[in-house]
């Protein structure tokens, strides 16, 4: 079973600053099947990408995903106030443990 | 737009069941898998399984094979979860969410229903 490593645990970042966050597969996957979500306090998850690099509806372009193989990357450009938060990766059933973007 | 609404909180002692409910609307049900995704508290999200609503199949997670049953029913558009022989550990919000069978992303999400287990 394919394991999903996210780093950092924690990131401390201020607004307008750019984010990368990893997620590293145990084994190679395929990028067609790893998504990225974001989760606020209190409510469900919102699908970010998917197939590793395209934005879900709605989701602005300061977000951007690439990688391949066992190494993932999301990248958020310019920290917005809403963007605090905490970020998983995911691919088939499997979660990463998630990364989170603290204000610094 | 695709929506879900989930049934309410629960309590249950060690030891019953308990099942969860997801009504579907706003898309063509048989389009999506229905998969079931549990955060404990303070914990990040772990995935129990999933169910195609076009074929009734399923697929659970090792760790919960034998103790957790996926269904849906058509006519009513809606998706269920049971767990059984429930334990502390499974004190949770599940959440439901729409997966999409050509990328595997789960599109879109339940709001969580809080399962507490308690004596």
């Known amino acids: 079973e394919i394991e999903l490593t996210q780093s950092p645990g924690t990131l401390s970042l201020s607004p307008g600053e750019r984010a990368t966050l990893s997620c590293r597969a145990s084994?190679?996957?395929?990028?067609?099947?790893l998504a990225w979500y974001q989760q606020k306090p209190g409510q469900a998850p919102r699908l970010l990408m998917y197939?590793?690099?395209i934005r879900a509806t709605g989701i602005p372009d300061r977000f951007s995903g690439s990688g391949s193989g066992t190494d993932f990357t999301l990248t958020i450009s310019r920290l917005e106030p809403e963007d605090f938060a905490v970020y998983y990766c995911?691919?088939?059933?499997?979660f990463g443990g998630g990364t989170k973007v603290e204000i610094k | 737009q695709a929506q879900l609404v989930q049934s309410g909180a629960e309590v249950k002692q060690p030891g019953a069941s308990v099942q969860v409910s997801c009504q579907a609307s706003?898309?063509?049900?048989?389009?999506?898998?229905l998969v079931w995704v549990r955060q404990a508290p303070g914990q990040g999200l772990e995935c129990m399984g999933w169910?195609?609503?076009?074929?009734?199949?399923?697929n659970y997670a090792r760790k919960f094979q034998g103790r957790v049953t996926l269904t849906t029913d058509t006519s009513t558009r809606s998706g269920y979860m049971e767990l059984r022989s429930l334990r502390s550990d499974d004190t949770a919000v599940y959440y439901c969410?729409?997966?999409?069978?050509?990328?595997?992303?789960?599109?879109?999400w339940g709001q969580g229903t809080l399962v507490t287990v308690s004596s």
């Open positions: 197939s590793t690099s």
């Open positions: 084994q190679s996957v395929s990028s067609r099947f």
């Open positions: 706003g898309y063509t049900f048989s389009n999506y898998g």
């Open positions: 969410a729409l997966m999409t069978t050509v990328t595997t992303s789960f599109d879109h």
């Open positions: 169910i195609s609503v076009f074929n009734g199949n399923t």
């Open positions: 995911q691919q088939y059933g499997t």
